[in-house]
């Protein structure tokens, strides 16, 4: 791509362009593998701090220069461009994010899945999800301010703020005062396999890690059962169905 260019300075405006993406996508990944790091050193619940902690004060240096690189303004943290957004558009915006964000899980499940088989490309997406689920609910915890044992209220408003609620049609049925079940009333993978006409994707054993290991960050206390998941059998009005309840 970069021809016969020695060094940086010698790339032309497209290049130059070209190489920029590339270094999103490396401080992403340089970010991801600090916090990986730290957590193989000091474990989760450590790491996970650590990681709110220098997440908040790289973006907002970051954000700094970007906002007098492009001139715009930050508003509480928030830049401009985002506020002066129409409605529609912002929540177009972050539909899209969760959009990607599933598009991206989907490449690195098929990479793997056509390069290695789909016993090794499971595997990898459940040990994913171990890790992926404490992080997204430490992450909704601290936005929505919840205290360290929120109860199944708690769990409740949690689960609305995944990335999942974003793109997915989802819904909560209480039992009784220490126990409630959720329903993934449509999934945009499962409905895109079941027009194609393939069966459900059997996700059943990342479903067991996601969501038990998401309800745990948020409350310790809190256990999962699976009510139905793929391959499971379900009935037409959900795919996939958990119940969480708690002991007080």
């Not at 715009?72 to 912002?90: N, T």
Request: proline share 4%.
């Amino acid at each position: 791509m970069f021809d016969q260019a020695q060094d940086v300075n010698e790339l032309d405006h497209k290049q130059t362009a070209a190489y920029i993406v590339d270094l999103f996508h490396r401080n992403i990944v340089h970010h991801t593998l600090w916090y990986t790091e730290v957590r193989h050193q000091m474990g989760e619940e450590k790491a996970l701090k650590i990681l709110n902690s220098a997440a908040r004060t790289s973006a907002r240096i970051q954000m700094k220069h970007l906002s007098s690189l492009f001139g715009f303004e930050m508003d509480d943290g928030i830049p401009s461009p985002l506020l002066d957004l129409e409605p529609a558009k912002l929540q177009e915006l972050r539909t899209r994010m969760a959009k990607n964000w599933l598009v991206s899980d989907g490449v690195w499940f098929q990479t793997i899945e056509f390069a290695e088989g789909m016993n090794e490309a499971k595997r990898c997406n459940d040990s994913c999800w171990a890790h992926f689920s404490p992080f997204e609910a430490a992450s909704i915890k601290e936005q929505l301010g919840l205290v360290e044992q929120p109860g199944l209220e708690g769990l409740k408003r949690a689960l609305g703020f995944r990335l999942y609620a974003n793109i997915n049609k989802q819904s909560i049925h209480d039992e009784t005062e220490s126990a409630f079940v959720f329903r993934m009333d449509d999934c945009r993978v499962q409905s895109a396999r079941k027009r194609k006409g393939l069966d459900d994707y059997p996700c059943k054993s990342a479903g067991l890690v996601e969501y038990s290991y998401f309800a745990r960050a948020i409350d310790a206390r809190i256990t999962t059962e699976c009510i139905g998941c793929p391959p499971d059998p379900h009935p037409d009005d959900w795919f996939c169905s958990w119940r969480f309840s708690i002991k007080e």
